[in-house]
Nanobody
Framework: VQLVESGGGLVQPGGSLRLSCAAS????????INWYRQAPGKERELVAT????????NYADSAKGRFTISRDFAKNTVYLQMNSLKPEDTAVYYC?????WGQGTQVTVSS
């Protein structure tokens, strides 16, 4: 199993980023996938989840209305579209499938 995140970077407050999680080594459509984040000095927290069909999603309160999780079965990829970013969104973002984690991608929101 391999999960590879990408798309992080430095963005100004109010800006947008789209994170990608490319998955391989398992049957992509059989499982839900989650996005987590971990800010410096804080515990890792769940940001968004998507079920195996892509028909059901859930978000942390901090992400509702600003973030959208989706999955592309043709590309075996899960996305996290993040809009209206705030400095408090600064963190390393990870995707997770079952007990497997990606390496993370850094998101920094700063002017």
């Amino acid at each position: 199993v391999q999960l590879v995140e990408s798309g992080g970077g430095l963005v100004q407050p109010g800006g947008s980023l789209r994170l990608s999680c490319a998955a391989s080594g398992f049957t992509f459509g059989n499982y839900g996938i989650n996005w987590y984040r971990q800010a410096p000095g804080k515990e890792r927290e769940l940001v968004a989840t998507i079920n195996r069909s892509g028909g059901s999603t859930n978000y942390a309160d901090s992400a509702k209305g600003r973030f959208t999780i989706s999955r592309d079965f043709a590309k075996n990829t899960v996305y996290l579209q993040m809009n209206s970013l705030k400095p408090e969104d600064t963190a390393v973002y990870y995707c997770k499938y079952a007990e497997y984690w990606g390496q993370g991608t850094q998101v920094t929101v700063s002017s």
